[in-house]
């Protein structure tokens, strides 16, 4: 198995043998369970479904229970992972943090922090306009967003102000900096998506 599901626990730093500040971020991850494997001759491709976060089952509802009954937990977070060895797995198999090691470069997956509807300063860093020359209120305001009788019209994709943030984000190439099979806790240098107590996926990348 190459992927496991977690939660962002914060940031903080560890010091290597040199004295060197790592800023890491930690993460609870696993233990996981498999509740599904799907493959190409019933689900149209393969493909292993994780469980996550062990709840009382009343905060379930039937269905779930129901696919869940295979792998006997509750759990609330499911996700499912492309790469993985289906001898080694069958519904009901933990998978824990030990499938990472010091050095793995992996790619972290998580939902970015909502910040609401925002200007166009704040979500797309324009400069906004000059303050001087009587534009006492224009500061901030995003200019010219077309042209006149050609095309007419506002280009798709034009940036403007809009909702900003609560979108899925994929960070690649991010290093494990330390593994504690004990507490179920991952180190990986540098800042994942998300806020606080967010579920996140980690794959391992292909060498």
């Given at each position: 198995m190459n992927g496991i599901i977690?939660?962002?626990i914060g940031l903080t730093r560890i010091f290597d043998q040199h004295g060197r500040n790592i800023p890491v971020?930690?993460?609870?991850?696993?233990?996981?369970?498999?509740?599904?494997?799907?493959?190409?001759?019933k689900d149209g491709y393969n493909a292993v479904q994780l469980g996550?976060?062990?709840?009382?089952?009343?905060?379930?509802?039937?269905p779930k229970l129901g696919h869940?009954?295979?792998s006997s937990k509750a759990l609330r977070i499911l996700k499912e992972f492309r790469d993985f060895n289906s001898n080694e797995l069958q519904p009901g198999s933990e998978i824990t943090v030990d499938i990472f090691k010091p050095g793995d470069i992996v790619s972290v997956t998580g939902k970015s922090k909502g910040k609401g509807?925002?200007?166009?300063?704040?979500r797309h860093g324009f400069r906004g306009?000059?303050?001087?020359?009587?534009?006492?209120?224009?500061?901030?305001?995003?200019?010219?967003?077309?042209?006149?009788?050609?095309?007419?019209?506002?280009?798709?994709?034009m940036?403007?102000?809009?909702?900003?943030?609560?979108?899925?984000?994929?960070?690649?190439?991010?290093?494990?900096?330390?593994?504690?099979?004990?507490?179920n806790l991952l180190l990986v240098k540098g800042s994942v998506p998300g806020a606080r107590n967010g579920i996140i996926s980690i794959t391992k990348l292909k060498d």
């Open positions: 977690g939660k962002k971020t930690v993460i609870e991850a696993g233990p996981c369970y498999v509740t599904q494997i799907k493959t190409q001759e996550f976060e062990e709840v009382r089952e009343k905060v379930l509802n039937k869940l009954k295979k509807f925002q200007g166009g300063v704040k306009g000059p303050k001087t020359h009587g534009q006492s209120d224009r500061f901030r305001a995003p200019g010219s967003i077309g042209a006149s009788s050609s095309p007419s019209r506002v280009w798709k994709g940036r403007m102000a809009g909702h900003m943030g609560n979108k899925t984000v994929t960070i690649r190439n991010m290093k494990v900096v330390e593994v504690n099979p004990e507490k």
